[in-house]
C-alpha cells in the first residue's frame, strides 16, 4: 500500500509542475506576441486619403420650395336678410371691385324707404310753413327751430334708408376671380351667409423658409427668381415682401416672397412653386470636405499630412456649406488635409497616402 501512494504522489507531482511549464511557456508566448504587435504598429504606415487645401469662392445660392398662394381672397357674405333674386355672375367670372354680383329681394326695406321718402317731404313742406309764418310772428322762434331740427333728422333716416336698401345690391369688394358660386335665385340668406368665394390671382405669395446662414444676406424688397414646377421654361420675379424676426420649431425662418402674375395669369394659387436666392460677389474663403473632421465639425480638430507623418491640427470653423466646411483659422492654403483614415490615427502616425 504504501508503494502505490508513494506512486499516485509522484504522478501528482509531475502533473503539477508539467501544468507550470505550461503556464510559464504560455505567457511568454501572450508577451512576445504583444511585442510583436508593438513594433509591427510603430513600424506600419496607415493608408490615408488627402485633399488640398485651397480658397474656392462659395456657392450659396439657396433653393426653396412653397407653394403659391393668393394675394387677397375674400368669402363674400350677405348683411341683409332676404330671398337672392339674381345671380350677377358665375365660377371663373373675373369681377372689379364695386361690381354688382347679386340681388336680393327685401321687400320691407322697400317699404322703409317709402315711408322714409314721405317723412321727409311732409317735414320740408312743414319747414316752410312755419318759415312763413314766423315772418308774420304766428309762430315762435323755438317751433321754427324745432321744424328745421325735424327736417335734418328725417332727412338722416331717408339716407340710411336708401343705404340698407342698397345694401341688396352685393357688390365685390375686391377685383379677381369668382372661385366659389354658394347661392343659386331663389336661395334665401341671412346676414353671414357665404354667397361668393373671391380670388386675386394677379398677384401671388410664396411662402418659404430659409436657415441662418441665409438670413444676412436678404433683405425686404431684394428680388428672387422663382419658378412654378408646372412652368419649368418659365421665369418669374419675385420680391421679398416679408422675413420673420423669429425662427420656426425647425430653427428656420420664414420668408414671404410677392410675384406678379403674367398677363395670362399662368400661376395659380396652390400650385408648388421654387425660389432661387442668388447671392453674387461673395469672397473666396479657405473650405475643406466636411469628412477631414475629426469626429464632427464641432470637435475642431483634423490631421493634416506634413510628408509621412499626420498631424492633429486645431482649426476654426465658420459655415458649413452643404459637404463644404469654411475654415477660419489654423490651415494655409496649399496644405494637405487628411479626409479618410482619421480613426486610426494619432499625432505622429505614419501615413501613406493613397493617390
Given amino acids: 500500500m504504501k508503494k502505490i501512494a508513494k506512486i499516485i504522489v509522484t504522478i501528482v507531482v509531475i502533473i503539477v509542475s508539467l501544468g507550470a511549464i505550461a503556464k510559464v511557456l504560455s505567457n511568454n508566448k501572450k508577451k512576445s506576441e ?16 488627402i485633399d488640398t487645401v485651397k480658397r474656392a469662392v462659395p456657392d450659396l445660392d439657396v433653393i426653396a420650395n412653397g407653394n403659391f398662394a393668393p394675394a387677397q381672397e375674400l368669402k363674400l357674405s350677405s348683411e341683409k336678410a332676404g330671398r337672392v333674386v339674381n345671380v350677377l355672375v358665375d365660377e371663373g367670372s373675373y369681377v372689379h371691385n364695386g361690381q354688382s354680383v347679386a340681388t336680393i329681394r327685401v321687400d320691407q326695406l322697400s317699404v322703409d324707404l317709402h315711408n322714409a321718402e314721405a317723412n321727409y317731404q311732409s317735414a320740408q313742406t312743414d319747414l316752410e310753413r ?5 315772418k308774420t310772428g304766428g309762430v315762435t322762434q323755438q317751433q321754427l327751430d324745432n321744424a328745421r331740427l325735424k327736417v335734418q333728422n328725417e332727412k338722416t333716416k331717408l339716407e340710411q334708408s336708401k343705404i340698407n336698401l342698397g345694401d341688396a345690391n352685393i357688390r365685390a369688394t375686391i377685383s379677381g376671380i369668382v372661385n366659389k358660386r354658394h347661392i343659386e335665385p331663389g336661395s334665401v340668406v341671412s346676414p353671414g351667409t357665404a354667397l361668393f368665394d373671391i380670388v386675386n390671382v394677379s398677384t401671388l405669395k410664396l411662402n418659404v ?43 428656420n425662418f420664414p420668408v414671404e416672397i410677392t410675384i406678379t402674375n403674367n398677363a395670362a395669369n399662368q400661376l395659380r394659387a396652390g400650385m408648388y412653386g421654387t425660389a432661387v436666392f442668388d447671392f453674387p460677389n461673395q469672397s473666396s474663403v479657405i473650405m475643406i470636405p466636411r469628412t477631414a473632421f475629426v469626429g464632427s465639425v464641432n470637435n475642431k480638430q483634423v490631421f493634416v499630412a506634413e510628408g509621412d507623418v499626420a498631424k492633429l491640427k486645431t482649426v476654426t470653423p465658420g459655415r458649413v456649406l452643404g459637404e463644404k466646411v469654411e475654415v477660419l483659422n489654423g ?14 490615427l494619432v499625432d505622429g502616425s505614419k501615413v501613406s497616402i493613397i493617390r
Fill in 331 to 344: 490651415l494655409t492654403e496649399g496644405a494637405f488635409v487628411i479626409t479618410s483614415g482619421q480613426i486610426n
Fill in 209 to 251: 423658409t430659409v436657415n441662418e446662414a441665409q438670413i444676412p444676406y436678404l433683405s425686404v424688397g431684394k428680388q428672387v427668381q422663382v419658378k412654378a414646377s408646372v412652368f419649368p421654361e418659365k421665369t418669374f420675379t419675385g420680391k421679398i415682401n416679408f422675413i420673420a424676426p423669429k425662427a420656426d420649431e425647425a430653427l
Fill in 34 to 49: 504583444e511585442k510583436t504587435k508593438i513594433v509591427a504598429q510603430t513600424n506600419a504606415s496607415v493608408s490615408v486619403r
Fill in 130 to 134: 312755419y318759415e312763413n309764418a314766423f
